[in-house]
């Protein structure tokens, strides 16, 4: 799709300021992937200054991977703000469904409106309180049960709500994108969810067209990962190939390897 190879150039002409207030396991690789495809990545998520931050940036995003009671007040002073000065922000609700310490948080943020929820299924259908249950942060559920679940939290949130897998799925109420790109080793790889959170928070921040700055940002996680696996051995060296493929994908390459629906 021509509208989503040109959102990258866009992305590295205009490499947008991206907040991320995430977890301990995934910092590091977050911010290397979206200096890697072209953002700037700052993590910031001290009391004294997460709104001034919040402020500054082209887009937040809150990841709730490691919690503890500092942390999760700074995403709910974070996503306070965002919301009030209309700031797009990103929701991984990493491990939603496995504890009730974590559904307690979740319930006091979405009430701020995330503009985007990415999750995987067995996240995205705890979050409709579906009754299931998470097992850690890996998903264990059908797309087809997600899907339902995708719509439902779209329609009750207002938000694009994007489920990772073998397919992604990017619903907004009841439109559906899809992206078939992508390697099953991903998987096996911490932080790959994390960071198509971190890219979606990147093209949110430059496309307004919040359903296509979302397929843009999962079609890129999808042909970076497709070049990376052509080059790798297993997890290790797919995760170092899968940087370069960000920083050296070009468009003209990106829409001929997309395989992208588009509704
Ligand atoms: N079986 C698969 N085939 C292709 N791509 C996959 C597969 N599983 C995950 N991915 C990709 O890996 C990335 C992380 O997705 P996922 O593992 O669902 O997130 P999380 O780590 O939050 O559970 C996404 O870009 C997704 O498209
Ligand atoms: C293992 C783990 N534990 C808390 S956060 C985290 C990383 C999860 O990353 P992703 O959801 O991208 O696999
Ligand atoms: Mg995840």
């Known amino acids: 799709m ?19 207030i995430t977890n301990y396991v995934v910092m590091n690789n977050t911010a290397n992937a979206l200096l890697a495809a072209g953002a700037s990545p700052i993590m910031a998520h001290a009391h004294s200054e997460v709104k001034d931050m919040v402020n500054l940036v082209g887009a937040l995003v809150i990841n709730i991977g490691t919690l503890d009671e500092y942390w999760s007040e700074s995403m709910l002073i974070a996503a306070e703000h965002a919301h009030s000065i209309q700031k797009p922000w990103v929701l991984d609700p990493v491990g939603a469904g496995a504890t009730p310490y974590r559904n307690e948080l979740l319930s006091k943020l979405l009430p ?5 929820i990415r999750g ?5 259908m705890s979050l409709t309180s579906v009754n299931i249950k998470s097992k850690g942060v890996d998903s264990t559920n059908t797309s087809d049960e997600a899907i339902e679940a995708g719509i439902l939290l779209s329609s009750q949130t207002d938000a694009v709500v ?58 890129l996680m999808g042909v970076a990962g497709d070049l990376a696996a052509e080059k790798s051995e297993g997890p290790g060296t797919l995760q170092l190939h899968f940087y370069d493929a960000l920083y050296n994908l070009q468009p003209e390459e990106f829409g001929e390897r997309m395989i992208v629906k588009y509704p």
């Open 2 to 20: 021509e509208q989503i190879s040109e959102l990258l150039k866009k992305l590295r002409n205009q490499s947008p300021l991206v907040q991320s």
């Open 112 to 116: 701020f409106k995330p503009t985007v």
């Open 120 to 124: 995987n299924a067995s996240e995205i």
């Open 162 to 219: 994007v489920i990772s897998g073998e397919v992604d799925y990017i619903i907004e109420r009841n439109r559906i994108s899809q992206v078939k790109n992508g390697n099953p080793i991903m998987a096996k790889i911490t932080g790959m969810g994390c960071t198509a959170s971190a890219l979606t928070g990147a093209f949110v921040a430059i496309e307004k067209d919040y359903m296509l700055a979302c397929t843009a940002a999962m079609a």
